[in-house]
Every structure is written in C-alpha cells, then in structure tokens.
C-alpha cells in the first residue's frame, strides 16, 4: 500500500510541473504565494489520507489524540509547501536555461 501512495503523491508532482512552466510561461500574478498554497494544499491532503488508508501508517501504535493528528497536518503541510516551491524553482531554472541555450 505504501509503494502505491507513493507512486501517487508522485504523480502529483509530476502532472504540477506542467502547470507551473505554464505558469512561468504566462508570467501569472503572485505565482510564488500560488505554488506555496499548491504545496500546503496537496500536504494536507496527504497528511488526511495517511490518517483514512489503512496499512500507511506504524503498525502497533497507538490513535494519536486530536493535537498529534494537527501536528502531523501541519508538518506535511509545510513540507509539501516546501516540496512545491523547490520544485517550481527547479522548473524555472531549467525553463531559463532552455530557452537561453536554444
């Protein structure tokens, strides 16, 4: 089951990257707060689902309380913030590097 949530989460990478060339493309208002709320988005939505699907998380540990679930929300949240703005910086270092060279 893990191997399957990972190959989705990178999927959604995947399929991002193309919205965020189009949004360098297009020189869209505010990309960078739009790539941050992106990542705190798909970093809840993670967070939510290793908590619903079973077999994600540590066998043999006990529910966490209601603070330790927001914890863990949070934590993903930031990371897949973070996640999405590294990647949308790498995107944008590659898309000026092509169109440069080329």
Excluded: H
Excluded at 4 to 22: H, K, P, Q, W
Aim: aromatic share 8%; glycine share 8%; with cysteine.
């Amino acid at each position: 089951m893990v191997v399957v949530f990972n190959l989705c989460c990178s999927l959604v990478v995947y399929f991002r990257v193309s919205t965020y060339m189009e949004w360098l493309k297009t020189q869209k208002e505010k990309r960078g707060i739009r790539v941050f709320v992106d990542g705190l988005a798909a970093g809840v939505v993670i967070a939510i689902l290793t908590m619903i699907i079973p077999g994600v998380g540590e066998p043999g540990v006990p529910v966490p309380a209601i603070l330790e679930r927001l914890i863990w929300i949070l934590i993903l949240a930031i990371a897949g913030a973070a996640n999405a703005l590294i990647v949308y910086g790498i995107t944008a270092f590659l898309m000026k590097r092509m169109t440069s060279a080329g």
